[in-house]
């Protein structure tokens, strides 16, 4: 599987998922990875920003909210138009282009910042994605990206309720067993049983690496680390939204912050590798 047969997976999503997201179905994202990602986000007022993975453009509208020149990419390109169509209703200056992370059609050193949200873990082969991130900052620019957790999404996974429906525990494993395409059906837990019965289901390919393989290329495409993040909602978040109560149990999502040096060097650049991850 590459990143088009990928594309054509989100693309038959796209039309569902930007309807029923809209509408505040995806609970996780508008209750705690959102604003968790936002919260971490350093100033960007007037810098060129460029997310990667935008989809219908809801996280790439709250940065050019904040002040940053933003061009979102996609490769699904029925989630583009849908994101130039809300630029249309809403304009914000975003430029939203149909292209794959594998090969950004922009020149070296183009943005001050990279954002990818929620996105990096469907790509089959995430090194080349972050190895052309990396091209496309300037030196001292950043990258920010949320994925799933890799402790949590396993090949293996269930969530463990009480008699009241809360969240205990949950079981996982499979944790070094790497998924390499593995299509998942679901949709968002929060729709009524009869929409849920009705609706066709997302159909995402799966693509699975441990924490340690995740810093390790972050590091080896030469860039240092800076911030991490383990979104958890608070109670006052809960009382008003019950649905995510399990992420105050076990961390769905990982943010990481890592930056270009500023001199345009890195790890591969000079030669060593300052840093690395072991699983022991």
């Not at 002040?67 to 304009?91: L, N, Q, Y």
């Not at 949590?152 to 494993?173: F, I, K, Q």
């Not at 441990?210 to 240092?224: C, D, M, P, V, Y």
Request: proline share 6%; glycine share 8%.
């Amino acid at each position: 599987m590459d990143d088009r047969d990928v594309g054509r997976l989100w693309n038959e999503n796209a039309e569902i998922w930007t309807r029923l997201a809209r509408v505040g179905y995806d609970v996780y994202r508008d209750a705690l990875n959102t604003p968790a990602f936002l919260a971490m986000l350093p100033d960007v007022r007037g810098l060129r920003g460029l997310d990667v993975g935008c989809g219908e453009g809801h996280n790439t509208r709250h940065i050019a909210r904040r002040g940053a020149r933003m061009t979102g990419i996609d490769i699904a390109d029925v989630f583009v138009r849908h994101a130039r169509e809300e630029e249309g209703r809403e304009p914000l200056g975003i430029d939203y282009r149909v292209a794959s992370a594998y090969d950004l059609p922009f020149p070296d050193r183009s943005f001050g910042f990279v954002t990818a949200v929620m996105c990096l873990m469907d790509m089959p082969n995430v090194e080349r994605a972050v190895a052309e991130v990396y091209r496309v900052l300037e030196p001292g620019g950043f990258l920010q990206f949320s994925i799933t957790h890799p402790c949590l999404d396993m090949p293996h996974h269930r969530n463990l309720r009480d008699e009241t429906g809360r969240t205990y525990a949950y079981e996982v494993g499979g944790y070094f067993r790497r998924l390499e395409g593995e299509i998942a059906e679901w949709i968002f837990s929060t729709l009524p049983v009869a929409e849920r019965e009705r609706l066709p289901k997302f159909r995402v390919a799966r693509f699975t690496h441990t924490l340690s393989e995740w810093l390790n290329l972050l590091i080896e495409a030469g860039f240092r680390l800076e911030r991490v993040g383990e979104p958890c909602p608070t109670d006052a978040v809960v009382n008003q939204c019950p649905a995510v109560q399990d992420a105050q149990v076990v961390p769905y999502f990982l943010h990481v912050r890592v930056r270009k040096p500023a001199d345009g060097g890195g790890a591969l650049e000079e030669g060593c590798r300052h840093a690395e991850v072991e699983e022991v």
